[in-house]
Nanobody, 121 residues
Framework: QVQLVESGGGLVQAGGSLRLSCVAS????????MGWWRQAPGKQRDLVAC???????NYADSVKGRFTISRDNAKNTVYLQMNSLKPEDTAVYYC???????????????WGQGTQVTVSS
């Protein structure tokens, strides 16, 4: 059993900052990529940022220069530092992790339950 639990969402004014955290726990052998996705009402879920086990990062164009993704492999935790927030960043933010529960098994993707981020103008 694997769980991803996000925290850190909330209400913030435009221009403000928030830091999201996501901890993966349970029967984990190894974690490859970890990432953050977001879904606004009536829209599809889109990738915000992802980070490989080696630390390589990738960002959506809309958040480059404002958001920073990082991870602590010892804690199975991924972070998303969000600065200069805009009303259009308002969405439910989901954590995703590609991991193995056993050396014999392949990679499988897991999702957190989501955390709401609301940016007021």
């Amino acid at each position: 059993q694997v769980q991803l639990v996000e925290s850190g969402g909330g209400l913030v004014q435009a221009g403000g900052s928030l830091r999201l955290s996501c901890v993966a726990s349970g029967s984990i052998f190894s974690i490859e990529a970890m990432g953050w996705w977001r879904q606004a009402p009536g829209k599809q879920r889109d990738l915000v940022a992802c980070i490989s086990s080696g630390g390589s990062t990738n960002y959506a164009d809309s958040v480059k220069g404002r958001f920073t993704i990082s991870r602590d492999n010892a804690k199975n935790t991924v972070y998303l530092q969000m600065n200069s927030l805009k009303p259009e960043d308002t969405a439910v933010y989901y954590c995703n992790s590609d991991l193995r529960t056993d050396l014999r098994y392949g990679l499988r993707g897991y999702w957190g339950q989501g955390t709401q981020v609301t940016v007021s103008s």
